[in-house]
């Protein structure tokens, strides 16, 4: 896809990426890196058939060249169904294709703190998020059922 | 002792047998003087010779040696009766017999032996000589001593006329002076005589015996002084300190022993309360760790979730991949879609140049421009680009998905039995923590530690301990054997004290006998002093009393004389004052060991007269009968005059016997006895001849 591009999130959500990918003793990370969790929130979002139509007030999260392969057929795989199966011209648009990528994950995003973080969550006046949690939260089993119980739903395009 | 006769038997110049009687044998006797008269050469010193002979086999005398004769042969055989015999071949019978009284037993000795003289050769040789002796004791009854017994005869004959003092009493005028000035030997040799002659030569004896002992006693108590009782007496202190380090040891090990016995006991107390919760605690324990376990398992797989997130995030596209591979695949069968052979079969024949069929492809050919096309039509369509590379990505990574769907899923149920076995043992711990238990685990496993260190140290005290029991049993032992000889030692202490009391007791029982020899030596001394001075008064004559004061005893007793300025005047005076000094002398010892009454030895004189003075020689004649109990005077006629020495001698009434010694021939000599009134006839005939 030549060169790389910058995926941007939600400012609010930066924070939520760094303290999930840090590894401390009281809270051990769940995430190795940023792209993992965006790709999750992305892949729920479309699973839910829910996207942003527009990203407010974002922040760089990562440059697309850290996808791995999966990854990358994955978002490509998503956009291309977000436009209609036969324009494949799409695959030739990467940006087009982060752009699609970083609206259902901010929808994701949305839906994974409701559903899963929202205990752990602290709001600052300016509206960012931060989680504090412990391992006994045991986040990253919760998170695995939740994708686990997600995929259980029918296709939403079946 | 009483000279009785004397019988010589071929004798020097005694041919034969001859006799001598002697004047004065018996106590009764009114005369004790015998007068052998005979010019040089005729055999006076002989008869001297012959008694020393007789009595000590002495076959020298002391002027022999001062004459240098050591090295001449003397024989004493008769050299007539050698030669006669030699004539047949026979061997002659020499000897001496001398015949006495002493406290009134009759002795005899006889010294004898055989000589010979070679016909041949002319040599002459005599046997040892043989003495033998035999004594009528006073009951009559007979003792007789042969040459088996000549030390015992040596014996008696010593203790009635000592070896050592014999020359005082048969000396040579010529001689008697020399006791004025004889040799260091000499001198302690007439010393001890003369001791011997008073008895006091037992004194002397005790005090070497004393002296001898003394000696004795401090070898034994140097033997016994080693210096042994200090070494022991340092070794018992070492010892005894020693003992008492291990004791003060025992002690403090016996304290540390009872402190963790005590210890332990009361960790042994407390361990038994909860003895019986020990299954619990370990299994408690055993929980901890499992727990502890379960929970690194827990950790480790959780990392691997973590690890897996990255598939986990594209999880939720399973469907949507298999949908687009499906969709894609229906187009391709439609034809929308080149299957990836058809355009690596167009690639490849182009370049190869080759037909379907095998024919070969030439550019601008029917079948090459169709292929071109038909590449054409694929390659330009963006679509079928996109839609082969999408149905590869889209392929593997449904593949993917699948397989790390169930990693995730394995991973899943593990770190939910992990999570029912940590709860399941949580429970158990709490529940168990709960019941009874108020010490800590922790602290009770400190106690069995301690406990556990405890026992170690008891064992090691108890070891240190039985050494040390083991060691202090060795000192005491090695104390009592010191003891022991500390004992002995003590022991012999004492007889070091006792051979130091004797040591004292014998040094003064010395002391005591020295002042008593000193004192009696003194008063000897003094009385011999005194007795001689009073003899030497009646000898001396006028013009020697006029320079000599008096006579000294010195303490060897020898002699000297002062003069009337009290100075030493002996190497002034003359030989004939010599002679009548020691004369004085001699008759003055005789007189003191005699005692009370005179000592009976007779006194042997040969030619006194010749140095003495007339006033000295009337003096002598008179005087000298009268203190000795036989007085045999050997003379020459010139000094034994007829008016002078005989008349003196007869005047005196003693003079009993009178011998003339006739010269028979050259070397024989004929003994004659005649009587005091025949001097003048013989001096008649001297005057003749």
Known sequence: MGLAERIFVQKRYIDIFRELRIDKQSSPRIFKENKDLFVLCCTIGFKLNKRSNELKSSEMLLWSNTFDEYQETVLKAIALKSVGNSDLTILDKPAKVYQIAQLYADKGMEILIEEIFKPYIKETKDGTLSIVYNEKAELLEALIHYVYSLNEISDPFD | ?689
């Open chain 2, 1 to 689: 002792m009483r000279l009785e006769r004397i019988i010589l038997n071929n004798f020097k110049q005694y041919y034969g047998e001859q006799m001598i009687e002697f004047s004065g044998s018996s106590s009764n006797d009114q005369s004790n003087v015998t007068v052998v008269y005979g010019e040089n050469g005729r055999g006076k010193t002989t008869l001297y010779r012959s008694l020393l002979f007789g009595f000590y086999g002495d076959r020298l005398l002391e002027q022999d040696e001062y004459e240098n004769n050591k090295e001449s042969i003397m024989y004493l055989a008769n050299l007539k009766a050698l030669d006669e015999a030699s004539t047949e071949n026979q061997g002659i019978d020499v000897g001496v017999t001398i015949e006495f009284n002493h406290m009134n037993e009759v002795y005899r000795v006889n010294r004898y032996f055989k000589a010979i003289k070679k016909m041949d050769t002319g040599e002459i040789y005599e046997d040892l000589p043989s003495v033998e002796l035999t004594i009528i004791e006073k009951d009559g009854n007979t003792k007789y001593f042969d040459e088996a017994n000549s030390e015992e005869i040596e014996n008696i004959i010593n203790s009635i006329l000592d070896n050592r003092v014999k020359n005082y009493f048969l000396f040579d005028g010529e001689r008697i002076e020399d006791l004025t000035k004889a040799s260091n030997k000499q001198k302690e040799n007439i010393r001890r005589g003369i001791k011997n002659l008073l008895k006091i030569d037992n004194l002397f004896l005790l005090k070497q015996a004393l002296e001898e002992n003394k000696k004795e006693i401090n070898i034994d108590l140097k033997k016994i002084s080693s210096g042994e009782l200090k070494l022991n007496i340092l070794k018992i202190e070492e010892n005894e300190s020693k003992i008492a380090e291990i004791k003060n040891e025992i002690k403090n090990k016996t304290k540390e022993l009872t402190f963790a016995e005590n210890q332990k006991e009361d960790i042994d107390h407390t361990l038994k309360k909860i003895e019986e919760h020990r299954p619990i605690l370990d299994k408690i324990l055993k929980l901890e760790d499992d727990i502890i376990s379960l929970k690194q398992k827990q950790k480790s797989l959780n990392q691997t979730l973590v690890e897996l997130t990255p598939s986990l995030s594209v999880f939720l596209a399973k469907d949507l991949v298999e949908e687009l591979i499906v969709d894609l695949e229906d187009k391709r069968v439609r034809g929308e879609v080149p299957s990836e052979i058809k355009t690596e079969l167009i690639d490849k024949l182009l370049n190869e140049m080759s037909c379907i069929c095998g024919r070969e492809l030439s550019i601008g050919s029917e079948e090459y421009e169709n292929l071109l096309d038909w590449k054409k039509k694929s390659n330009t369509q963006v679509y079928e680009k996109h839609a082969m590379k999408l149905f590869g990505d889209l392929k593997t990574t449904f593949s993917h998905v699948n397989y790390t769907t169930e990693t995730i899923s394995d991973n899943l149920s593990n770190i939910a039995k992990v999570e029912e076995q940590l709860e399941l043992y949580t429970n158990e711990y709490e529940l168990l923590s709960k019941k009874e238990i108020q010490v800590s685990n922790k602290d009770m496993m400190k106690n069995f530690e301690y406990r556990e260190s405890l026992s170690n140290e008891i064992t090691k005290i108890r070891y240190q301990l039985n050494s040390l029991e083991e060691e202090l049993v060795f000192a005491q032992k090695e104390r009592e054997d010191l003891e022991k000889k500390q004992k002995s030692l003590n022991v012999e202490n004492e007889l070091q004290a006792q051979y130091q009391g004797k040591i004292t007791l014998v040094t003064k029982s010395l002391n005591a006998l020295n002042d008593i020899i000193q004192n009696f030596e003194k008063e000897v001394k003094s009385e011999l002093e005194d007795k001689a001075n009073e003899i030497f008064k009646h000898l001396i004559d006028h013009s020697g009393s006029t320079n000599l004061k008096k006579i000294i005893v010195k303490e060897n007793y020898t002699l000297d004389v002062l003069d009337w300025g009290g100075r030493p005047f002996l190497a002034n005076i003359s030989a004939g004052q010599r002679q009548i000094i020691s004369l004085s002398f001699i008759t003055a010892l005789a007189e003191v060991a005699g005692g009370s009454s005179i000592l009976e030895i007779p006194l042997f004189m040969d030619t006194p007269f010749g140095r003495l003075s007339p006033d000295h020689r009337k003096n002598l004649v008179n005087y000298i009968p009268t203190i000795t109990p036989q007085w045999i005077l050997l003379v020459t006629g010139s000094e034994f005059r007829e008016e002078e020495e005989g008349k003196f001698l007869r005047d005196t009434g003693k003079w009993g016997k009178f011998y003339y010694l006739k010269s028979v021939s050259e070397g024989l000599t004929e003994i004659r006895e005649l009587t005091p009134e025949d001097l003048p006839k013989i001096k008649d005939i001297e005057r003749k001849n």
